[in-house]
């Protein structure tokens, strides 16, 4: 069978760095095994999912390298959840109940007083049909739960019941069944909750293996007797650690923090977002890969930690420059064309930036910079002025190269005894209008013997 995976996101916001982890792993995972990847939008909700947010997932997800092999939307697919639905009635595996949260609430407080897990006492079963259209006729509508197989004859007598896997992160994992309340499955307004779409959606799109946050675990139990009670034999599990901030908050998708978005805006690489998102929690150290074919090659799902991964912004940058600082310039031509750098200097400039740039727009300043001198006049004391204006007018005659600046700041030296950072530094200002940056040698040719000299102060 074509190992299947599914990124499940619901569209009621933008994707932020630890939801594009799920996508990341289900994403190497189908990758490494030449298998499929569905993106599939929980969008059952209609009130707060929104057509927006779905698109922008997806454009979020092609920018990070993840193209899917199909797209499903679940509020494509009510009839067939409302026949899974029917079947599960049918099967009295479905029951309607009609307590308001007030009265399940004040039942829940009695259990914990009397020492019972506060789990539903499935009172709602007892209930007869007189009873229950006496309850629609006072206005009540139901909604419905499914009846968890944690009993043998009984359901008013439940005992352990585990529902066990071997998750391929964590190893064998366990819930037991009598420890939850049965599922809540439909809404009163008739709405589905993401449980039974999510399963029926597994049956019928055929995936292999649910790779999905840890924040899951306990729905897992739940949704293996959903399986069965379908009559299908339940997915592979993988439940990886969830990603929080340094202070280990978790990431919200309403608030827009680290989203995708946002991070894209600020000029930062996909492959830093992939290489952190992929790498951190995990056993390995966190590097920046140059590609998506890197990444799957090294990835194994079963090293993350089951801590939560913290993570911290700054790492973000830490990678971004080093991906510039190795990118060749076929690779960051195109990139270098769409602002506005594409002479003949282009590949020699990028190639003395690179290691210089935390982002790749920085590149548009340090073009500037060459192109048309320092930003703003490089300040200078007297001394100082009158140094740079001696040593520029040392320069050598042109063709100039790499070698250039070591002639001339060599003969600097000697004509006027300084060295070290009062030779250096002043010119540096100078040339560039900023106190650090690209080795001069490799710019100096750049600039030309015109240029250089237009940076007379
Ligand atoms: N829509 C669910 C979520 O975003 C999907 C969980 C799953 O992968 O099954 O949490």
């Known amino acids: 069978m074509t190992t299947t995976v599914r990124f499940a996101p619901s569209p009621t916001g933008f994707i932020h760095i630890g939801n594009s982890r799920t996508a990341l792993f289900n994403w190497l995972f189908a990758k490494q095994q030449g298998g499929r990847f569905i993106l599939r939008f929980d969008d059952t909700d209609i009130g707060r999912s929104k057509r927006e947010y779905a698109d922008q997932i997806e454009t979020d997800l092609a920018w990070l390298g993840i193209t899917p092999d199909a797209v499903e939307r679940q509020s494509e697919r009510f009839g067939a959840y409302d026949a899974a639905a029917e079947r599960l009635r049918k099967s009295g595996l479905l029951y309607a109940c009609y307590e308001t949260a007030e009265e399940l609430e004040r039942r829940r407080r009695i259990r914990l007083q009397r020492r019972l897990p506060p789990v539903y006492g499935r009172e709602a079963l007892k209930l007869t049909e007189a009873e229950k259209a006496e309850l629609e006729a006072q206005g009540r509508k139901p909604h419905w739960r ?15 019941t585990e529902a066990r896997w071997n998750d391929i992160v964590r190893g064998e994992e366990t819930v037991d069944l009598a420890s939850l309340s049965d599922p809540v499955l439909i809404r009163e307004d008739c709405s589905y909750l993401y449980t039974l779409p999510s399963v029926v959606d597994d049956i019928d799109l055929g995936v292999t293996h649910v790779i999905r946050g840890d924040d899951h675990i306990t729905n897992t139990g739940a949704q293996i007797a959903l399986f069965e009670a379908l009559g299908a034999k339940p997915p592979a599990f993988g439940h990886h650690n969830l990603l929080t901030t340094a202070s280990g908050a978790g990431l919200s998708k309403r608030t827009g923090a680290l989203s995708i978005k946002s991070l894209r805006e600020e000029g930062l690489e996909p492959m830093a977002i992939a290489s952190l998102a992929t790498l951190i929690g995990t056993s390995e150290a966190v590097t920046a ?13 079963g090293r993350s930690s089951r801590s939560a991964a913290k993570f911290d912004p700054a790492e973000l940058i830490v990678l971004n420059r080093a991906l510039l600082r190795d990118r060749p310039f076929g690779e960051a031509q195109a990139r270098l064309v769409a602002l506005g750098i594409s002479d003949a200097r282009a590949e020699p400039f990028w190639l003395a930036i690179r290691g210089n740039i935390e982002k790749m727009n920085d590149a548009a300043e340090w073009w500037g910079i060459v192109t048309s001198g320092p930003a703003r006049p490089a300040e200078l004391g007297d001394d100082d002025r009158q140094f740079v204006r001696d040593a520029f007018d040392l320069l050598p005659p042109e063709p100039w190269d790499g070698t250039t600046w070591k002639e001339w700041t060599d003969l600097v030296k000697v004509r006027t005894g300084r060295k070290g950072k009062a030779l250096f530094a002043p010119l540096r200002l100078a040339l560039t209008g900023v106190p650090s940056g690209p080795e001069l040698a490799d710019l100096l040719p750049l600039l030309g013997r015109e240029g250089t000299l237009a940076r007379r102060p």
Not at 154 to 160: G, K, N
Not at 289 to 301: K, N, Q, Y
């Open 289 to 301: 890969v140059a590609d998506m074919a890197g990444l799957a090659s090294g990835f194994d799902i």
């Open 146 to 160: 499914f009846l968890l197989p944690n009993f043998e004859n009984d359901p008013f007598s439940t005992h352990r």
